[in-house]
């Protein structure tokens, strides 16, 4: 039995034996398994399962007592093999659970299906819809609100957007939870949800103290093809 280098040595000289016969017949139009009746790739696979054969079986004939960590190695690749195929098979699948359970542990981010371009939100545990957002490139947390007529912004996340609003008109009443206001009219270059943005779009700013939290309205929802609610998802189609 051959040992160290020598086996090494036979070894290569076999793959490169198996390399060239295989070249050989197709440069030669040899015949090779499965031609018959047309093309088939039968002999290329014959020709890489014998190179995959000897270099596993040369390794076990030059180390046998290496023979066990080289099946362990073996049976760990391809449960590693398996996982991946299986992975890819379902792949459709696990992206949509995927995408539920990072909307679940971060409530508020807008996730986008690469093949639709539908962006999903997930409900948080307040049973409020909460989306993370940005405004002119600043990030804006809204309040998803069907009551508000427009995108509603409160004075500092107008602020951060760069809108000042010192410089603003408090004109426009409005009602509210907490009952009537006055806000400013304005127009924002871009509000961008997920892969999708908005530009030009009008919207209020509220005065100082007046709003709690930022509200996504009807002036951005009107912008949408269509938008709906199921179960603890809220579903906009750009």
């Keep these: 039995m051959f040992r160290g280098k020598t086996a090494g040595l036979v070894v290569l000289g076999i793959l490169i ?3 060239v016969t295989a070249l ?3 440069l030669f139009g040899f015949d090779m398994p499965g031609d018959a009746g047309g093309y088939s790739d039968t002999g290329p696979r014959v ?3 014998l190179a995959l054969l000897v270099v596993i079986g040369g390794s076990m004939l030059a180390s046998p007592r290496q023979v066990p960590a080289l099946l362990r190695s073996l049976l760990i690749w391809g449960a590693l093999g398996a996982l991946l195929v299986t992975g890819y098979a379902w792949r459709d699948e696990l992206e949509v659970v995927a995408r539920r359970v990072v909307g679940t542990l971060v409530p508020g981010m807008a996730m986008t299906d690469p093949q639709t371009g539908t962006i999903t939100i997930i409900r948080d545990g307040s049973s409020h819809y909460r989306i993370a957002a940005q405004v002119n490139g600043a990030d804006v947390d809204f ?3 069907t009551g508000a007529s427009a995108v509603t912004l409160t004075d500092a996340d107008a602020r ?3 809108l000042d609003p ?4 408090y004109t426009v009443p409005v009602s509210t939870a907490n009952g009537r206001t006055q806000v400013a009219t304005v127009r924002l270059e871009q509000l961008r949800i997920g892969d999708f943005t908005l ?3 009008r919207a209020f700013v509220a005065r100082p103290g007046a709003l709690e939290t930022s509200l996504l309205g009807m002036s951005a929802m009107d912008r949408l093809r269509s938008w709906r609610v199921e179960g603890d998802r809220l579903i906009l189609e750009p």
């Excluded at 010192?166 to 008109?169: E, G, K, R």
């Design 143 to 145: 309040l998803f609100d």
């Design 166 to 169: 010192a410089t603003l008109s």
């Design 24 to 26: 050989a017949a197709y």
């Design 199 to 201: 530009r030009d779009l």
């Design 47 to 49: 020709v890489a399962l």
């Design 17 to 19: 034996a198996v390399i």
């Design 160 to 162: 951060a957007a760069g």
